[in-house]
């Protein structure tokens, strides 16, 4: 569209919806305009920051791909925000290599927790441990503790950036563009989301790691390829898929499809608010 055709939409829509329709529209041109796939994780982080700064988020569970674009935007001095989930349910390696990373990188981190009234009220009706219970139970309490979070958080940007790779899981290699726009919860608005290591395979990411002297989370030591919440991630066996250990007790029941995704919703396209 042209300058002066978006002119002219804007006199005919009314202010919020013009805003948000102009707003939609820029995002859509960076995806037609921008050839993301064959940008670095270094680019796509450059471009982030000088077309968005604060309305750009790396959001970051504090594996090896987020702390891995936190030291790549330490190194480049890039103007974006760091935040991170608590769900109130974190290992306590993870609250004390967030502190670690937080001074190795002298960065802020915003933390983002559920809203305690929602807590409250899911583990009186169906218990702290809900998540045992079945699929679903287990979705509705990463949705409380999760995603709406996560909603909250992203009603604050234009552009959310994640740590998704495609070899993680065979769901997320057939999902995982580097750029796609997603829909903040309830509303019209777009988000540009970013996964800008989507491409890079874990040995490439380790000798990043490596490489860089690039702290990594403690538990991986320990046989856990992705790290969650306490209870809903365990290790790994030899063969199995990087996200198997996350709800294990779901793995080959009838309480979850054959082709369980083995993700929150998050990062799932179709789901909720993605589109
Ligand atoms: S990973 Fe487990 S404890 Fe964490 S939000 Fe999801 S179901 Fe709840």
């Not at 935040?83 to 190795?104: G, H, N, S, W």
């Not at 979070?149 to 065979?170: F, M, Y």
């Amino acid at each position: 569209m042209t300058e002066a055709q978006l002119k002219k939409q804007e006199v005919e829509l009314s202010p919020p919806k013009r805003e948000i329709e102009l707003h939609n529209q820029r995002l859509e041109a960076y995806l037609e305009e921008l050839d993301f796939e064959n940008l670095s994780p270094e680019e796509i982080l450059s471009w982030a920051s000088a077309t968005f700064a604060n309305r750009a988020i790396l959001e970051t569970s504090f594996q090896y791909t987020g702390v891995a674009m936190i030291h790549m935007v330490a190194a480049h001095q890039l103007d974006l925000r760091i935040a991170t989930l608590d769900t109130l349910r974190l290992p306590p390696e993870t609250y004390q290599f967030i502190d670690q990373v937080k001074a190795r990188y002298n960065c802020q981190v915003e933390v983002c927790k559920p809203d305690s009234t929602q807590i409250d009220s899911m583990t009186e009706r169906f218990g702290e441990y809900l998540f045992f219970d079945s699929k679903a139970l287990q979705e509705y309490c990463c949705q409380v503790r999760k995603e709406r979070p996560h909603n909250e958080l992203i009603k604050t940007a234009d552009c959310w950036i994640s740590g998704v790779r495609r070899d993680q899981s065979s769901f997320r290699r057939d999902t995982t563009s580097k750029a796609s726009l997603v829909l903040e919860y309830g509303s019209r608005r777009k988000i540009l989301k970013l996964n800008p290591m989507a491409a890079w395979n874990e040995e490439q990411l380790l000798e990043y790691i490596k490489t860089n002297d690039i702290p990594t989370h403690p538990l991986y030591a320990q046989g856990y390829p992705s790290i969650g919440c306490v209870i809903c991630s365990t290790p790994t066996l030899p063969g199995e898929e990087k996200r198997a250990g996350r709800w294990r007790w779901f793995n080959n029941n009838n309480q979850a499809d054959s082709d369980d995704k083995k993700e929150c919703g998050l990062h799932v396209p179709g789901q909720l608010y993605n589109i």
